[in-house]
């Protein structure tokens, strides 16, 4: 037994025959140590995963929540004429419910008839996660212990040089591309159970899905084509750049991946949304004029607005912008107008052009950068390390050096995989911090009252957690739960009275 478990593990299919000693310390205990740190990553998560599915089974409303919207719903009271005296209006007004919301009453007892469907909701969405992520961990594991990655990456030489002549020492690049094609259909393959059941059993279930299984499949052709087509020159540039560039290969590669996402930003929502979505651009009226005179007021290059027909495949609603310079557009899910006023869309919108107003964008831009300088930083520290590529069963004794994605693999997987989770917390922090201040922006411009109706409203709609788990919601969420946002708007409030 204590054989068994002696070190350095190794996996099961190795390139390296025979019995070798470990020559470093990364070879004899990489596979150990990031085995380890994948059960710890999956225990804490779990256990947060646990607590917000306990949240999702209580049956009570929640105090905090009730105060802040019944807070709402006396304001808007005192704003709104009396019914009885607009008895033609309201009638009128009755046919504005939109999916068992109705706009001319009150939000709170709307969100407590709610609030059973939302912790039934929540609950198959957290046990999915679970199931999903014990299902990933497996799946982990046993590629890692059978020696996997370099079993494909044989059989990726093995198919370039029986079908295409290619060999690993002069196309490298190119095999790599094959083997990162298997890798695509196999991740393709084990996730559609997974995406299926999720779109049409869960999401259907509780009255969100909308599409037909010929439209997901048609989506599924085209997301993976595009994966290709985009992703397979880019790979290659990647590690072109990777080999090309000598010992500050870690600099041009830098470079390289501001461009690339700059132009991304640019041409995605031109000509890759289209392929999935149709934009029309939104009617002149009332609300264009509002909005472009928002646009206006806060010198926001707004040159074109859109509806989304976001309805094609869930009733769940958003809004965003997109663009790069003075060429900015704005996109609305046309769920987000069936299911809130104009003045909330105003605010709303107001709320998104704060994160642009307040620099949000170019930080995000400038946290992603920083990102990637670091993590390609650190990987070039750790591109000769040859004891970790033969840990995972790469033979780097073969007269040919490890391939180049071999070794972005390894490093993102082990040695880069605990500094991306503090990372990961640390910007989910800084997005809870943006919201709240985009949040505190759109107050300032005089609409604090219709953004919490609005967000009452949306979160009414999306059934969203009401109760979350405080610890749970700290890690996951990058948007602060509703009645934290609530409560610190009309905490701003009182500071400006």
């Known amino acids: 037994m204590a054989g068994t478990f002696s070190l350095p593990w190794r996996p099961f299919y190795s390139q390296i025959s025979g019995e070798l000693e470990s020559t470093n310390v990364m070879e004899t205990y990489a596979v150990a140590l990031t085995i380890l740190f994948t059960l710890v990553v999956f225990v804490f998560e779990h256990v947060l995963d646990r607590r917000q599915a306990i949240a999702y089974k209580g049956t009570t409303f929640p105090k905090q929540l009730e ?295 170019l930080a995000n831009l400038f946290v992603t950068q920083s990102y990637m300088g670091a993590a390609f930083y650190s990987f070039s520290l750790c591109y000769t390390s040859n004891g970790l590529y033969r840990a995972f069963g790469f033979d780097d004794m073969a007269g040919t050096n490890i391939p180049t994605i071999i070794a972005l693999l390894l490093f993102f997987q082990t040695i880069w995989a605990p500094v991306d989770k503090i990372l990961s917390f640390a910007t989910t922090l800084f997005s809870r911090y943006n919201e709240f201040a985009a949040d505190t922006f759109s107050a300032d411009l005089g609409m604090s009252a219709e953004l919490q109706t609005g967000l009452c409203k949306i979160s009414l709609e999306n059934l969203g957690a009401m109760c979350p788990d405080p610890w749970y919601a700290v890690y996951h969420y990058s948007h602060p739960p509703l009645v934290e946002r609530l409560s610190a708007m009309m905490e701003s409030e009182k500071k400006t009275k």
Not at 107 to 127: A, C, E, H, M, V
Not at 168 to 197: A, H, M, N, R
Not at 248 to 258: N, R
Not at 279 to 305: C, S
């Open 67 to 361: 105060i802040a919207v019944s807070k709402i719903d006396s304001a808007k009271k005192k704003t709104i004429p009396d019914a009885s005296k607009n008895t033609k209006d309201a009638a009128s007004d009755s046919n504005s419910k939109k999916d068992g919301l109705d706009k001319d009453k009150p939000i709170l007892p709307q969100l407590r008839d709610k609030f059973t469907k939302s912790q039934l909701y929540g609950t198959d969405k957290i046990n999915y996660q679970m199931i999903c992520a014990f299902y990933n961990l497996t799946e982990t594991l046993v590629f890692l212990l059978l020696g996997f990655m370099p079993y494909l990456w044989d059989v990726s030489v093995s198919l370039g040089e029986n079908y295409v002549s290619w060999n690993q020492k002069d196309d490298e690049i190119k095999i790599s591309l094959i083997f990162l094609f298997l890798t695509t259909i196999i991740g393709l393959v084990t996730g559609l159970p997974f995406e299926l059941y999720s779109t049409f059993n869960i999401e259907k279930k509780h009255g969100f899905n909308k599409q037909t299984l010929g439209l997901f499949f048609t989506d599924k052709v085209k997301s993976t084509l595009l994966t290709f087509l985009i992703g397979g020159p880019f790979v290659a540039a990647l590690l072109k750049i990777i080999k090309w560039g000598g010992e500050y290969f870690y600099l041009y590669v830098w470079a390289f991946m501001f461009i690339f996402s700059i132009v991304m930003m640019t041409l995605v929502p031109v000509f890759i949304m289209p392929l999935f979505n149709k934009y029309e651009k939104l009617p002149d009226g009332e609300l264009k004029t509002r909005i472009y005179a928002l646009a206006d007021r806060l010198k926001f290059p707004l040159t074109n607005l859109f509806m989304m027909d976001g309805s094609k495949r869930s009733s769940h609603s958003n809004a965003f912008m997109f663009g790069f310079g003075r060429n900015k557009r704005i996109v609305l899910f046309d769920t987000l107008m069936e299911q809130v006023d104009d003045d909330e869309i105003i605010a709303i919108l107001g709320h998104e052009l704060g994160h642009w107003k307040l620099g949000h964008t």
